[in-house]
């Protein structure tokens, strides 16, 4: 008997192995297409947010129960089983330290640091942009969040750049596609943590096997930002904009940085490779008067929070999604049990038969489509999941691919089109920053998207990997990357 049976036993609860629908298949698929279509509408009334896709997604199960003909207590048993499984669990867990260690090292400085670096350079023009998109790339990777790289270049660099002559749209785009580098290749990315996660399969490994696709879009964006990146107009006081945005003290949390990088991918859990990252840099933040150990965690009985700081703001930053992943994870788990992916599956088998190339394009194609329709990226990628889990292990296709194809596809278009969250989260920042500075120029949704280009290589780049097998492995007996499909492979 496994633990979940025993438990089950000892509780009085029955596991739930199928479930009857009304609409049969589709009568299952009800509570996460209901979801889709709340999440796509709600984005182009330009209403999208994280609570609004949990009330979504909670509406959404509830009219699964009216289409269940089940016993509703076992479409209440199959629901709680899905919000039970592991990989829900993981990906919130994880969050939570990732979040707590993006906010400590802001805490320290890191992003003024980097800043004082483009001060220092002298560089104008296309090679200030070309710089901003290595920067935000090395923030992004290191925080794994590019919504905040968004934020704290658009607060700091943006200005910077168009006081020495870089283009606005282009610095902005350069902006956008450094936080979609690190969004797609950080350990601590929220985005790396569901790919790994969803596919069942480590942190570590699946960095390792994705640089290469990172690489190959970033370096031809980077050439792009340095040629085209120039012809703004100089502003006069480009010296005291600088100054005011720099402090080299603060490149000291690469080193929090580097352990964590470096004790990830030397194979060590994602949860302690974090907080070791934490324990070092609150010391370095403390000592080095960077910052206070109030800045980290302090009490205030006249808020309402009570507990206050840097680790607070990492753990609540991830509350709602935390609580999204469960509810789509569960709902993920009803079309298992009501049959739908089994029947997805089974049509885009029809399809693919055995061409592993149109596999993958498949998979490719249900990421897309999802990222281009839900503005938030994570919740585009924890929606297409089991699809692409599901698919993958059909072909024997290897976790790591899987994950790379999830995970490089939603970083990139999330960072894109104009009704993206972080997209129009910088165009907001600029909008505020233009108080600061009267002369800075508001660059639009619409003027951006065409030239955040490491995305758009990204998207590329994956889409010739699906078409021509470039990276492909597939899953050995004992989840061992193999060049060759195995014997009983479909």
């Known amino acids: 008997m496994s633990d979940k049976e025993a438990l089950a036993e000892a509780t009085g609860a029955k596991t739930i192995n199928q479930l009857d629908f009304r609409l049969g298949a589709f009568g299952a698929a009800v509570p996460l297409v209901f979801f889709v279509v709340w999440a796509i509408t709600i984005s182009v009334l330009q209403l999208s947010s994280e609570v609004g896709l949990v009330l979504g997604a909670v509406i959404g199960l509830t009219l699964g129960l009216l289409f269940c003909k089940s016993k509703w207590a076992d479409y209440a048993q199959g629901l709680f089983d899905g919000l039970a499984q592991p990989v829900g669990v993981i990906?919130?867990?994880?969050?939570?330290?990732?979040?707590?260690?993006?906010?400590?090292?802001?805490?320290?400085?890191?992003?003024?640091?980097?800043?004082?670096?483009?001060?220092?350079?002298?560089?104008?023009?296309?090679?200030?942009?070309?710089?901003?998109?290595?920067?935000?790339?090395?923030?992004?990777?290191?925080?794994?969040?590019?919504?905040?790289?968004?934020?704290?270049?658009?607060?700091?660099?943006?200005?910077?750049?168009?006081?020495?002559?870089?283009?606005?749209?282009?610095?902005?785009?350069?902006?956008?596609?450094?936080?979609?580098?690190?969004?797609?290749?950080?350990?601590?990315?929220?985005?790396?943590?569901?790919?790994?996660?969803?596919?069942?399969?480590?942190?570590?490994?699946?960095?390792?096997?994705?640089?290469?696709?990172?690489?190959?879009?970033?370096?031809?964006?980077?050439?792009?930002?340095?040629?085209?990146?120039?012809?703004?107009?100089?502003?006069?006081?480009?010296?005291?904009?600088?100054?005011?945005?720099?402090?080299?003290?603060?490149?000291?949390?690469?080193?929090?940085?580097a352990i964590v990088l470096i004790l990830a991918l030397s194979g060590q859990h994602l949860i302690t490779s974090l907080t070791w990252g934490i324990i070092s840099a609150i010391p370095l933040i403390v000592v080095l008067n960077l910052g206070t150990f109030g800045d980290i965690i302090r009490f205030n009985a006249e808020s309402d929070a009570i507990v206050e700081g840097a680790l607070v703001d990492g753990l609540t930053g991830y509350f709602n999604m935390a609580i999204l992943i469960l509810l789509i994870v569960a709902a993920a788990h009803l079309l298992r049990l009501g049959g739908t992916m089994e029947a997805i599956t089974r049509g885009l088998v029809k399809w693919i038969k055995n061409s592993i190339r149109k596999a993958e394009v498949s998979i490719w194609a249900i990421v897309a489509l999802l990222n281009s329709s839900i503005t938030i990226n994570t919740a585009a990628e924890i929606a297409a999941a089991p699809f692409v889990k599901e698919l993958g292990e059909k072909y024997k296709i290897h976790s790591y691919r899987r994950a790379n194809?999830?995970?490089?596809?939603?970083?990139?278009?999330?960072?894109?089109?104009?009704?993206?969250?972080?997209?129009l989260l910088g165009w907001t920042t600029i909008q505020t920053m233009q108080e600061t500075y009267e002369w800075l120029p508001i660059v639009g949704p619409t003027e951006v998207f065409p030239f955040v280009f490491q995305g758009w290589f990204l998207v590329i780049v994956m889409l010739i990997a699906a078409l021509t097998g470039w990276g492909l492995r597939y899953q050995g007996k004992n989840g061992e990357e193999l060049k060759e499909p195995p014997k009983d492979a479909t």
Do not use: H
């Open 91 to 257: 990906a919130m867990v994880a969050w939570f330290y990732a979040g707590m260690f993006a906010q400590v090292l802001q805490v320290g400085g890191l992003v003024e640091g980097l800043v004082w670096i483009g001060a220092i350079t002298g560089l104008t023009g296309g090679l200030f942009v070309a710089l901003t998109f290595l920067l935000a790339a090395t923030f992004s990777t290191a925080v794994g969040t590019g919504y905040g790289t968004t934020v704290a270049f658009c607060t700091l660099m943006f200005p910077a750049g168009v006081a020495v002559e870089a283009d606005p749209v282009m610095l902005f785009a350069a902006i956008l596609a450094g936080a979609v580098f690190g969004d797609n290749l950080a350990p601590v990315s929220d985005t790396t943590i569901v790919s790994a996660t969803t596919q069942d399969t480590d942190v570590p490994g699946v960095v390792r096997s994705r640089f290469k696709y990172s690489i190959v879009a970033a370096v031809p964006a980077m050439v792009l930002f340095a040629i085209f990146g120039g012809g703004g107009e100089a502003i006069a006081n480009q010296s005291q904009v600088m100054e005011e945005a720099t402090n080299p003290a603060g490149l000291i949390m690469l080193v929090p940085f």
């Open 405 to 423: 194809m999830l995970d490089a596809v939603t970083s990139a278009l999330g960072y894109i089109f104009p009704w993206g969250a972080p997209v």
